[in-house]
Each structure stands twice: as structure tokens, then as C-alpha cells.
């Protein structure tokens, strides 16, 4: 009724009784301390989730970089990549990783996969992205890093980083939307 009002040029009708609720809390939420209570109360109640990124390099022999980390007890293998830091960009997390993780640089390309796992629970975002190759420094977190052709990657690798590699491949080929 309010949308035929305004688009023929009249006055909108004032808002019933029954609605005036809606416009006091409005211009209650603008001031300083509700927005305030409101940020507090989104902290207390909403869950937080943790956000991991990693990065995909296909080099020219379609092999995948990967490192074998050390804190990584049942997965020793995976992409580059780590946890976000708080109101850090994914790309620029990734980017962060690759560089504390092996001094290494990369140019990013377009996320491939999301991912939701419960151990430990987070989301996952895997980056398909070119590694600049250049002298490698491994952090102490990491064994060593190597390349690896698609059809023999080390055993056993976490099904986060398999659903990675398998989305950049297909990107890679033109058939991110294929079934």
C-alpha cells in the first residue's frame, strides 16, 4: 500500500499504531550506547566460526604445490594457507600464509571451494592462485615443500584440501559448472 502511495506522488500514510514500535527502535538503534548494546548482544549470541584459507598452485607439468607441515598430525600434506586473523581478508590471508610459510609470493586468482568441517570447526576457502618461484625460506612449521602431479599425491590428504584441487583442476579446464 505504502510503495502504490509513493509511486503515484502522494505522501506515504503515516505509519499505524501498531507500527510506530518499528520507528522508535530505529532511531533508538542510532544512539551511541544501544548501537553499542546491540554490537555486545551480536557477540554474546551469534556463534563464531573460524575461517581457514588456502591457496591451489597448478604449475605448467599440472603438478600441485604442497607442504608437509608439522603440526599437522594426521594430515601431513596440505596446501599453503592457515587461519584468518581477525578482520583479515581471505585473499589477503592466503597470501600472508604463503609468504610466513615458505617466503614465497603468488598471484591470486578466483576462490574455487568452500568448504565446512567440524574437526576443528571452520570454514574453508581454497584460492587457485600461481606461485612465484623464488628462493624458499621454510618456517618452522613447515618440513618441506614439494610439487606433485596430480595423479600421485601423498597419502592421506584432508578431504578439504582433495575437494580444493579436484575445484582448481576443473577451473582450470573451463568446467567449474560441469555436474
Sequence with gaps: MVLRELSSGKRPLSPTTKHRW??????????PLFGWL?????????????VGVALVALNEANEVFMLRHVFHPYFEWGLPGGWLKKNEA??????????????????LGSAVSVSHSLHPPHIGI????Q??????????????????PLDSLPAPISPHT????HAAVQVRLGEQFAP
Excluded at 582433495?162 to 584441487?165: G, L, N, R, T, W
Aim: hydrophobic share 45%; aromatic share 4%.
Design 22 to 31: 518499528k520507528l522508535r527502535t530505529a532511531k533508538l538503534a542510532r544512539a
Design 90 to 107: 581471505p585473499e589477503a590471508g592466503v597470501l600472508r600464509e604463503l609468504k610466513e610459510e615458505t617466503g614465497l609470493t603468488a598471484v
Design 131 to 148: 606461485v612465484q618461484m623464488e628462493q624458499i625460506q621454510l618456517s618452522h612449521e613447515i618440513i618441506e615443500a614439494c610439487w606433485f
Design 162 to 165: 582433495k575437494q580444493a584441487i
Design 38 to 50: 546491540m554490537g555486545l548482544a551480536v557477540r554474546l549470541t551469534v556463534p563464531r566460526q573460524r
Design 126 to 129: 581454497a584460492y587457485a592462485g
